[in-house]
């Protein structure tokens, strides 16, 4: 099958094999890595696990079929020795944001995200954020810090404008130290921090513990400040992978590319339209060859009246006619390529909104159709695009050889150089 399917087994509740209520799919040789997809039909619980080697090293995908958006409840296991930021599972509800991660410098093990209910706005989605009510990060023990010293959980509370810090616990202790910091307020007058020694309240295990100095403080809740100012702008990033892995699922499914051997060159539709294109280039250059061999300077000479004696002005005159010509060439050719891929691309989006709105009620046939529409319309947005960009390459180089074949040439080079 061209989605690479090669099994597929469905269970049902009843002996009639009326009522289906799980559905199990194996694929192969997908570009996208996808190995299995497992779907509840009874909760539209759909579950697609990964090969190694993944964009993002995606390993598994749970999420409701009958959810959609960035605030639909999914899970994402992945692999963490893969990734730089060492995130191994993040599941996502329309209330909470949780990530898991391991074997991580800063000893960073959990980061657990709620939201606030979001306020509608009218106008484009984007921009309009879920809002962040609370962010707690939980980190493991660094041996190398005390204990006293080495936070174990690390909560923003954003809305209420304070920070929670719990350490980890001492040897021989069954309760650990906490501190709590208000966050300080500017001046109106100066637009300067405020910062008192009430903006603290601590619990210290150790009854010895210093009263920390006004100084410290200062210290200690700038650098707060500015960690969760990077904890929010993570979970935007978070957020914003979530969407990149869901936009790219769908464009997968909507084009299913198999990876073929390099060898079989029969099947290797890679392979056949690089061929096709190198054929195109040496067919294009063959007939730049032969537009060059023609005298480039006749119809313009024509148009003059073929003149028996060539003159300074004349020679000036045919320069400019040339290469004013050549450059509405140029340009008439620049346009006919993009008013192509503008017509293709419209094509395109016309197609996949006309699926959005009925792939519901399509049959199986319908669906590959609109796949192998969708391939070979890409295709040919590919080549357009790469043929607009080269032509755009290429015009201001034409435009110099021009110029310097007619500075060149034997009836003109006495009067232009």
């Not at 709105?357 to 669906?367: G, I, L």
Request: aromatic fraction near 6%; charge should be negative; charged fraction near 35%.
């Amino acid at each position: 099958m061209q989605d690479g399917m090669v099994a597929r087994l469905t269970e049902y509740a009843d002996s009639a094999l009326t009522q289906p209520v799980k559905s199990m799919e194996w694929f192969k040789h997908r570009v996208d890595k996808l190995e299995t997809r497992e779907t509840d039909l009874v909760t539209n619980k759909v579950t697609e696990t990964f090969g190694a080697g993944r964009q993002r090293a995606l390993r598994q995908h749970v999420y409701y079929s009958n959810q959609t958006g960035s605030e639909a409840t999914r899970i994402m296991d992945f692999d963490a020795s893969a990734r730089t930021d060492g995130l191994k599972m993040r599941e996502e509800t329309p209330a909470k944001l949780t990530e898991h991660y391991c074997d991580r410098d800063d000893c960073l093990t959990k980061r657990l995200v709620n939201y606030t209910k979001r306020v509608k706005k009218f106008g484009p989605a984007e921009g309009n954020e879920k809002p962040v009510n609370q962010v707690t990060e939980f980190y493991g023990r660094d041996p190398s810090i005390p204990a006293d010293d080495d936070i174990a959980e690390l909560t923003f509370l954003l809305n209420e404008e304070k920070i929670f810090i719990k350490h980890h616990l001492q040897d021989q202790r069954i309760i650990a130290s906490t501190h709590e910091y208000l966050k300080p307020q500017q001046s109106e007058d100066k637009g300067q921090i405020q910062i008192t020694t009430d903006m603290v309240s601590s619990f210290q295990v150790e009854r010895r513990a210093k009263t920390p100095k006004l100084m410290h403080i200062y210290q200690t809740i700038m650098s707060l400040i500015e960690k969760e100012e990077r904890c929010i702008e993570n979970t935007r990033l978070s957020e914003q992978e979530v969407r990149d892995v869901l936009e790219q699922r769908t464009q997968e499914e909507l084009t299913t590319e198999l990876s073929v051997s390099i060898y079989d060159t029969a099947r290797n539709d890679t392979a056949k339209k690089r061929r096709e294109e190198i054929e195109r280039k040496k067919r294009d250059d063959e007939a730049r060859r032969e537009e060059m061999e023609l005298d480039y300077l006749a119809p313009f000479l024509a148009r003059i009246g073929d003149p028996a004696q060539m003159t300074a002005d004349l020679a000036q005159q045919l320069k400019e006619d040339c290469l004013e010509d050549l450059k509405q060439r140029l340009i008439d050719m620049a346009n006919l390529i993009q008013g192509r891929f503008e017509k293709e691309t419209q094509q395109l989006q016309w197609k996949q909104n006309w699926y959005q709105q009925n792939q519901t009620t399509m049959t199986k046939e319908e669906e590959e159709e609109y796949v192998s529409y969708c391939s070979e319309a890409m295709f040919r947005i590919h080549i357009l695009e790469e043929r607009l960009n080269r032509h755009k390459e290429l015009a201001p180089q034409k435009y110099v050889a021009l110029e310097s074949r007619l500075r060149s040439d034997n009836r003109l080079a006495e009067f232009l150089n």
